[in-house]
């Protein structure tokens, strides 16, 4: 099991509030995700970071923001939730198995938040 | 259109019964094919990994095969337990650029009775 951990596990919260959903590893992985997940449906990759003060966006559009300031953490904030924000988030991290092979990171998923905004 | 096709969508089988779950895909330039195991409310978990030089790969009871000409992926589990249900998800990873973009199948949902 990897050391991964998402809190909270499940949120429920009105329209418009601000929420930071967290992540934290223990494992000192450089690469760190996020991805949002629906029911019945694939990963979509929205943020990722190579390392401390790295962000990227990912595939799919998201209004949430991300930050690094140390390595084993990686904090996803929503500023005003909205009801097309509910979904379920899975934080992930990974170290190269293979020195410059693109894609060779095996990743390890967090236990991920399902959030829902009302 | 997703780039990575899992069939099929859901599965019911009974305990002890073998089971093939199949991926396909048109991910170019391939780098490597993962499958992983999402049971429910939680995150994935890798099973195995394979590069375009392997077409077969074990971890316990499950195998994964890897045909990169036709660019298809099975996973078979052998003599399945109950703790096997759960959703398995098909990867694809390219290679071109560093980070390696992942494309995810949207899984197949295996329900084992006892």
């Known amino acids: 099991e990897a050391d991964i951990y998402q809190t909270p596990r499940y949120l429920v919260i009105g329209t418009g509030k601000k929420i930071t959903l967290e992540c934290s590893q223990t494992?000192?992985?450089?690469?760190m995700y996020w991805y949002q997940q629906d029911p019945g449906m694939e990963l979509h990759l929205i943020h990722y970071?190579?390392?401390?003060?790295?962000?990227e966006k990912g595939d799919l559009s998201s209004e949430s923001t991300v930050s690094r300031i140390r390595t084993e953490h990686f904090p996803l904030t929503l500023e005003s939730a909205r009801p097309s924000h509910t979904s379920q988030y899975l934080c992930?991290?990974?170290?190269?198995?293979?020195?410059?092979?693109?894609?060779?990171?095996?990743?390890?998923f967090g236990p991920g938040t399902r959030l829902t905004v009302l | 259109k997703n780039q990575v096709e899992q069939s099929p969508q859901s599965l019911i089988i009974l305990e002890g019964k073998n089971c093939t779950l199949q991926c396909n895909y048109t991910v170019s330039p391939f780098s490597n094919l993962r499958w992983y195991k999402q049971d429910t409310g939680r995150g994935p978990v890798s099973l195995t990994i394979?590069?375009?030089?392997?077409n077969t790969k074990s971890n316990g009871r499950y195998t994964a095969t890897l045909d990169a000409d036709t660019k298809q992926s099975s996973l078979h589990i052998t003599a399945s337990q109950l703790s096997d249900s759960a959703s398995y998800i098909c990867?694809?990873?390219?290679?071109?650029?560093?980070?390696?973009?992942?494309?995810f199948g949207r899984g197949t949902q295996l329900t084992v009775w006892p």
């Open positions: 992930a991290s990974s170290v190269s198995l293979t020195p410059g092979l693109a894609g060779g990171d095996t990743q390890y």
């Open positions: 494992m000192g992985h450089d690469k």
């Open positions: 990867v694809v990873s390219d290679r071109g650029s560093t980070l390696g973009r992942l494309y």
């Open positions: 394979m590069t375009f030089s392997e």
């Open positions: 970071s190579y390392g401390v003060n790295s962000t």
